[in-house]
């Protein structure tokens, strides 16, 4: 059996940069990138917010910089996906899908979340191409364009809020005959001017030529009184939540309501001792790549004071 003194599940800003801190520590840390290399940043084009990059960078290239940045100063990064863990005790058990075991000190998980998507074929058909699950990453590109936000929530009417003050109108395209967002939140929306909030509503298509230019809504589904009709748009939003990547680790760490894996404050450490999580596996709330970046730096450098304290690095 492998051993490994850090293994680090997952890749994206969070798994490449615990990545490369867990490398110069001599660390010599295993990762593996799963089944999306780059993680979630990989589904958007520009990234315009990572700082250093003046004009912006592709999103695909910043993550194949971090990865070849860490194999350069020696982590061993591979393809594939850790598929089970055992966290009952101390060297930690991980197989992949190929059945190779690794002996593990100390994890570090990086394993993202997923964005929920409708499950519109035309999601996929448009996906960096008018369609996002981040507006704080993408909506720099619609200034003065019209967009629309799908979700009732706090995070849809924050996202509504802040392609207001970019987008020319922002229509927000609710389920439900009234939002779920907070009292506060709520309001403010309702009070912004170009905001439009379109109830009882649901999306069952987009439409157009070089990316989106329009949604095929339906009002009233299934009621007598159902009508459809469409909007014209130049991006399509979704704000229905994420789904943090933590089946590996149920029952085995702390996880939240929502799923995501619980860490002490100011820290990365979980609920097992010698295992860390970093990224949006453990951060439903700023699920940014620089936030991810730092969280992995945290991650790898809890886990080499643990290793030096334990007497095992």
Do not use: W
């Amino acid at each position: 059996m492998e051993k490994v003194k850090t293994l680090i599940i997952g890749s994206g800003p969070a798994g490449y940069t615990a990545a490369i801190y867990a490398s110069r520590s001599n660390l010599n840390p295993i990762l593996y990138a799963g089944l999306q290399p780059g993680g979630q940043l990989t589904t958007t084009t520009i990234i315009e917010n990572f700082p250093g990059f003046k004009d912006g960078i592709d999103a695909n290239q910043l993550m194949i910089e971090m990865q070849t940045q860490a194999k350069n100063v020696g982590a061993d990064v591979r393809d594939g996906s850790i598929v089970k863990v055992d966290l009952a005790k101390r060297p930690f058990i991980a197989e992949d899908e190929r059945g190779n075991q690794i002996e593990a000190n100390t994890i570090i998980v990086a394993t993202g979340a997923s964005a929920k998507y409708l499950g519109l074929a035309d999601e996929e058909k448009y996906r960096g191409q008018g369609v996002s699950a981040c507006a704080t990453c993408d909506g720099f590109f619609y200034r003065k364009r019209t967009v629309a936000v799908v979700g009732g929530g706090d995070t849809a009417c924050e996202e509504a809020m802040y392609l207001s003050s970019l987008a020319k109108k922002v229509y927000m395209i609710v389920r439900k005959p009234y939002l779920r967002a907070a009292e506060i939140m709520r309001k403010r929306v309702e009070d912004q001017e170009n905001i439009e909030i379109l109830y009882n509503t649901n999306t069952f298509g987009l439409f157009g030529e070089n990316g989106v230019e329009g949604a095929h809504l339906v009002r009233f589904k299934g009621e007598e009184n159902e009508e459809n009709y469409d909007i014209a748009i130049d991006g399509f939003f979704l704000a229905i939540g994420h789904n943090p990547n933590t089946e590996l680790f149920k029952g085995q760490l702390e996880l939240d309501e929502q799923g995501f894996i619980v860490t002490r404050p100011k820290s990365t450490a979980t609920s097992i001792e010698g295992v860390y999580a970093a990224g949006d596996v453990a951060d439903p709330t700023y699920r940014q790549g620089v936030v991810a970046a730092g969280a992995g730096a945290m991650a790898a450098i809890e886990a080499e004071r643990f290793l030096q304290e334990k007497g095992e690095k």
